[in-house]
């Protein structure tokens, strides 16, 4: 499982045009998938339901309740079960195995539409907390979980052409050589990551190249300020800035800043090559 799971999130790197060393948690926001364990635990649940709910002859539903009875007096812990009775727990039907599979009016409630939703809805929330608990996990994904809250596809990965969909791609899950991120990889203090390029001391981050560092300004002003000035008087704090700048639904406005993050991007590729 693990081996299919390094291989999905190798793809999605490789689709997205972005390093290995990207977070996972990123690549999944960006394309709104899930880990395949997701899916693979929602079949087990499925199988599941179809041998606990069978005829009371068949070879497998026997075994099943033999193993159940076991496994509820402690005296075998066997590992399939266990998964089972874990997934369900996660998502908040582990009351569920309490019930009477000789009932033939729970049989079918457990092989009903209705309960199949909740599967699957139960196996989606609880995937995506999962999967914000990482984004929440560490001060080094701040920028990201900023303006990335819901696990869904991205739709400027549609909505605008491939080259200026990667850059975006790229300045958003931070796979560039601005200070704030290079700074990681050689072990300098997080508030010596400074910006050397104007003298307004602001760490080098992604904010601070979008909205104040002075050296970008002329482009800033070129390809920024219709998003900009949208934003003037009404969003004044820095995540509200990110929000709506990263999360804008303008082709055009996308578009400009796309064009806008290559100018910076490449600017520190450069200098970094130097």
Not at 70 to 76: A, I, R
Not at 94 to 104: A, K, P, S
Not at 196 to 215: A, E, M, P, Q, V
Request: glycine content about 4%; hydrophobic content about 35%; aromatic content about 14%.
């Amino acid at each position: 499982m693990q081996h299919l799971e390094v291989f999905q999130t190798q793809f999605f790197k490789h689709s997205l045009k972005v390093h290995g060393k990207t977070p996972n948690a990123y690549v999944l926001g960006e394309l709104g998938k899930f880990k395949l364990e997701r899916y693979v635990k929602t079949r087990m649940l499925n199988f599941w339901v179809n041998v606990c709910t069978g005829k009371s002859t068949k070879f497998s539903t026997v075994m099943y309740k033999f193993m159940k009875g076991k496994f509820d007096k402690n005296e075998v812990d066997f590992k399939w079960f266990k998964c089972i009775k874990e997934t369900l727990n996660d998502i908040g039907l582990d009351h569920i195995l309490n019930g009477n599979i000789e009932n033939d009016l729970f049989c079918t409630f457990l092989q009903s539409d209705d309960f199949k939703k909740k599967i699957n809805n139960g196996m989606t929330h609880y995937y995506s907390e999962m999967w914000e608990k990482v984004l929440e996990s560490s001060d080094s994904y701040n920028f990201y979980h900023t303006f990335k809250k819901e696990l869904v596809l991205e739709s400027y990965l549609i909505d605008i052409e491939p080259r200026y969909a990667i850059p975006l791609t790229k300045f958003r899950c931070e796979n560039h050589k601005l200070p704030n991120v290079i700074g990681r990889y050689t072990n300098v203090d997080a508030h010596l990551r400074i910006c050397n390029l104007c003298d307004l001391g602001d760490k080098g981050d992604n904010y601070h190249y979008l909205f104040n560092c002075s050296f970008f300004k002329k482009q800033r002003e070129n390809l920024l300020k219709d998003s900009i000035d949208q934003l003037q008087g009404r969003l004044t704090s820095r995540s509200m800035k990110i929000k709506n700048i990263m999360n804008s639904k303008s082709e055009t406005h996308l578009v400009n800043l796309s064009k806008f993050v290559t100018i910076v991007m490449d600017h520190f590729d450069k200098a970094k090559q130097n």
